[in-house]
């Protein structure tokens, strides 16, 4: 008998050790028709590779992987395999940035120069004329403030995305913070590297890197175990080899001796989708998870608050379309909280809330918030371009079957 109790114990112990999965989250039709229409985009040789997972607030309801994680040495993709997540690194930061102002040592209309002095003194472009290539610039006449640097508003933008900025990076190769802002720092919205001004915000306010900042206040508190910007070494052979696709055809990149990324506030996380979906849990739970809180319920609202007014988020076009085309999705509708696209009203009732809350990485990584439907997800892809015909084809029709999928 003592022997008994001691196994059931030993199992019950392992069992708590699992993620949940709530089958009746999504009906079993629509699982089975996610799972024909995401095995079907490999099998037609779209990308290489998914790995998919949907949550509620209590947790996993859906999480399956398909086709290759590495396809050179036929390695199967896996439900725990690691993806470069990218620019889905911000929204992390961005949270790490809101626990700061939520204890008072950050306010999000402080001048950023407060904390980054390199945020003083920039100059906007006036002019650009790529053809030409020439560019005039003047000095900005507002400083860049935190509130800004959340929501994309700052002016910053990304040489790859931008022609006046990769016309002056191919022109002067100037350090980062000495390329010209796209706007005056409030006037729009563009795409650029805000959060790792916010990655330096943190260091300058706890003199802790914004990784080891990110790894005590909210990967390690929510169980983020394969989270970072290096991966160990024992993990390697979980890591997804990334590839390029050029008219139509893949080429494959393997992963170098060692897989690390510059430690970024913008960029630069290896994770799992089950990683990022406990973050995501913890946003639907307004800031707590498994009874660990990680920000104030009242700190999860205002950063799913629009913050930009009458602003909407803008198309980016490409200076690099290797690299990326014109995104995003809900550009020119969109608006844009403090770390997060903020969806308005949708155009059809099976795709997300209006208020529900995204974005992206470049290797084609995705993931949304819905919190009217109680519910987020991950899409994770690893190759090159960003906003490919078909990665986005594969979101759309992802989250349209979730939703189709769900129980009443």
């Known amino acids: 008998m003592k022997r008994l109790i001691l196994a059931v114990t030993a199992l019950a112990s392992l069992a708590l050790l699992q993620p949940i999965t709530h089958a009746a989250g999504l009906s079993s039709a629509g699982t089975s028709a996610i799972t024909t229409f995401l095995q079907s985009a490999v099998d037609r040789g779209e990308m290489p590779g998914i790995v998919a997972l949907v949550v509620d607030r209590n947790g996993v309801i859906y999480h399956e992987s398909f086709g290759k994680q590495d396809v050179g040495r036929n390695v199967p993709m896996a439900k725990d395999s690691i993806f470069r997540i990218a620019s889905m690194t911000k929204a992390i930061t961005s949270m790490g940035v809101m626990i700061l102002v939520e204890e008072g040592k950050v306010k999000l209309d402080d001048d950023a120069a407060k904390y980054v002095p390199s945020m003083a003194n920039r100059r906007v472009f006036t002019k650009v004329d790529t053809a ?96 970072a910007f290096e991966v160990p070494r024992d993990r390697y052979g979980r890591v997804v080899t990334t590839h390029q696709k050029t008219n139509g055809r893949f080429k494959e990149t393997t992963n170098p001796e060692t897989i690390t990324a510059p430690v970024r506030g913008d960029g630069g996380l290896f994770s799992t989708a089950d990683d990022y979906g406990r973050f995501i849990r913890m946003i639907l739970n307004k800031g707590t998870l498994n009874g660990t809180r990680v920000l104030a319920e009242k700190t999860v609202e205002e950063a799913g608050r629009n913050h930009m007014g009458k602003t909407v988020v803008r ?57 009217a439907r109680g519910i987020g997800a991950v899409l994770l892809m690893q190759y090159l371009p960003f906003y490919d015909d078909a990665a986005i084809k594969t979101l759309q029709g992802f989250e349209q079957r979730v939703n189709q999928a769900l129980t009443k």
């Open 315 to 371: 198309q980016q076009p490409t200076a690099n379309p290797d690299r990326s085309l014109p995104y995003p999705l809900g550009a020119g509708r969109d608006g844009w909280g403090l770390g997060f696209q903020r969806a308005a009203a949708p155009l059809s009732p099976d795709m997300r809330s209006e208020g529900s809350l995204a974005w992206a990485g470049i290797w084609n990584t995705e993931f949304w918030i819905d919190p």
């Open 132 to 227: 030409a290539g020439t560019y005039e610039t003047k000095p900005a006449t507002r400083p860049i403030t935190i509130r800004q640097l959340l929501t994309h508003t700052s002016g910053i933008g990304y040489n790859w995305s931008d022609h006046g900025l990769a016309l002056v990076q191919q022109k002067e190769s100037p350090a980062e913070d000495a390329l010209p802002l796209v706007y005056e720092p409030g006037e729009n919205w563009t795409y650029g590297s805000s959060t790792r001004v916010l990655g330096d915000v943190i260091q300058a306010v706890t003199g802790q890197r914004v990784d080891a900042f990110i790894q005590a206040r909210i990967a390690s508190p929510l169980g983020m175990k394969d989270t």
